[in-house]
């Protein structure tokens, strides 16, 4: 895959994500990670409707080193 890498973060472009998922007949994950204030991060199940998001099965994670 190629790859570009801004303030280093690597970058995958979508179509060639989307290939690869296709080829292995697997479907992406509805699995998130969100960041919300304050510095909290949450994994869990996500959805949206509108303006409304929902988390569902999900678990705050706080490193505080």
């Not at 973060?9 to 699995?31: C, F, G, H, N, R």
């Not at 996500?46 to 505080?64: E, P």
Request: proline share 2%; aromatic share 8%.
């Amino acid at each position: 895959m190629k790859t570009i890498k801004i303030n280093d973060v690597e970058y995958v472009a979508k179509a060639e994500v989307d290939a690869v998922l296709k080829s292995k007949k697997a479907s992406p994950t509805k699995i998130q990670i969100v960041v919300l204030q304050r510095g909290w991060v949450a994994i869990g199940r996500f959805s949206q409707k509108g303006t409304q998001c929902h988390l569902t099965n999900g678990r705050a994670y706080r490193d505080w080193e």
